[in-house]
T-cell receptor, first 116, second 114 residues
């Protein structure tokens, strides 16, 4: 089983609908992230959380919200989806600073969202 | 701010050809440097990393050397295979206060033909 699991893997929805993408992890990491990938643009950070009580905006947080329900769960919501939010979304985790893998991200397999 | 610039693709090679994907960075401190690989339909996974100047990261026949003087971390492989077809991302991680922030390049699509 994957250490970082995203659901759903694929979703097609219509403009104006509310969408939630879920992420769960078994790595025991405190830090979790949501990224968006668009062709030719690399990865852009949407939100990140360093523990259950800590939520931070990334580069492109407008139109998105998140919820950290537990150490292992981090959800991304689109309150009213629009077509330019069509993209591949990745959840990732990382160790706390000072560990042997400091700075390294561990990614889920991605959730492809299409907004019509 | 921090930034990563990598060569634009797509790159198309024949099997057993030599591969170089250039990556340069801008950072204020002493970042760690990474190459991630994304195979079709999958998430990103770490390919190799280097945490200080002159370190060489290597994995699966790929290598990259952390060059502080040229702020570069170019990815190389002596003989590519069809299975190396993927998107490759260069990234840096720099400490800001007590936490690290990862910055990615835009990715380079590599296609290896038989």
């Amino acid at each position: 089983d994957a250490d970082v699991t995203q659901t759903p893997r694929n979703r097609i929805t219509k403009t104006g609908k509310r969408i939630m993408l879920e992420c769960s992890q078994t790595k025991g990491h405190d830090r979790m992230y949501w990224y968006r990938q668009d062709p030719g643009l690399g990865l852009q950070l949407i939100y990140y959380s360093f523990d259950v009580k800590d939520i931070n905006k990334g580069e492109i947080s407008d139109g998105y919200s998140v919820s950290r329900q537990a150490q292992a769960k981090f959800s991304l919501s689109l309150e009213s989806a629009i077509p330019n939010q069509t993209a591949l979304y990745f959840c990732a985790t990382s160790e706390p600073t000072g560990g042997p893998n400091t700075g390294e991200l561990f990614f889920g397999e991605g959730s492809r969202l299409t907004v019509l | 701010g921090d930034s990563v610039t990598q060569m634009e693709g797509p790159v198309t090679l024949s099997e057993e050809a030599f591969l170089t994907i250039n990556c340069t960075y801008t950072a204020t401190g002493y970042p760690s440097l990474f190459w991630y690989v994304q195979y079709p339909g999958e998430g990103l996974q770490l390919l190799l990393k280097a945490t200080k100047a002159d370190d060489k990261g290597s994995n699966k026949g790929f290598e990259a050397t952390y060059r502080k003087e040229t702020t570069s971390f170019h990815l190389e492989k002596g003989s590519v295979q069809v299975s190396d077809s993927a998107v490759y991302f260069c990234a840096l991680s720099e400490r800001g206060g007590s936490n690290y922030k990862l910055t990615f390049g835009k990715g380079t699509l590599l296609t290896v033909n038989p």
